[in-house]
Each structure stands twice: as structure tokens, then as C-alpha cells.
């Protein structure tokens, strides 16, 4: 069973910028992709970002230019960088590391206030 474990999620102000950690209980390179999700109140889960094996990013367009995943195989972690946050960026984020059988995180609250 693999665990993966998201922290850096905070109240920050309109402007701002956090960085979430998603530390994994094996080695990060065994999964084919691993991705960054959230879900805002009362919305579905969305794909944020996400970042290949073979270290190809893709981004939602309403990320685009703000938000970098990142991953640090040594240290079996992967990261999500948020700058210049918005309000609408407010939502609970998960990790998800994609493989023959899926992980999940238990999530991180990121709060934006205008």
C-alpha cells in the first residue's frame, strides 16, 4: 500500500503564493504520472497539473503561468508551486500518483481571501 501525503496548504492572502509537498511512501519513479488535483465547495474534483515519468508537465488553463508541479526523485516528493493565487484558487488539493493500481492523498486546504 502506498501513501501518499500532501501538507502545505494555508490561508493566504489574493496576491500571495504557497507551496504543496506531496511525499510518497515508495519511489516516485514507479508511478507513470503523478497529478495535483483540488476540489472547491460544492464543485467537482479538477485536474490541476500533472507531471510525467519522463518529466512532461501539463497544466489546467486556469493555472497556466501561475502554478509549477515539480518532483524530487531522491526524495520521493513532488511539488506544486502557486504564485500570484486568486480567491477562486481556494478548494481542498490532492495528490494523486497514477500506476497500475491509482493513490490518492488525503488532501490539503488551501484558503485565498481577497
Known amino acids: 500500500q502506498v501513501q501518499l501525503v500532501e501538507s502545505g496548504g494555508d490561508l493566504v492572502q489574493a496576491g500571495g503564493s504557497l507551496r504543496l509537498s506531496c511525499a510518497a511512501s515508495r519511489s516516485i519513479v514507479t508511478f507513470d504520472a503523478m497529478h495535483w488535483y483540488r476540489q472547491a465547495p460544492g464543485k467537482q474534483r479538477e485536474l490541476v497539473a500533472t507531471i510525467t515519468s519522463g518529466g512532461s508537465t501539463n497544466y489546467a488553463d486556469s493555472v497556466k503561468g501561475r502554478f509549477t508541479i515539480s518532483r524530487d526523485n531522491a526524495k520521493n516528493t513532488v511539488y506544486l508551486q502557486m504564485n500570484s493565487l486568486k480567491p477562486e484558487d481556494t478548494a481542498v488539493y490532492y495528490c494523486?500518483?497514477?500506476?497500475?493500481?491509482?493513490?490518492w492523498g488525503q488532501g490539503t486546504q488551501v484558503t485565498v481571501s481577497s
Open positions: 494523486h500518483a497514477e500506476a497500475w493500481v491509482d493513490y
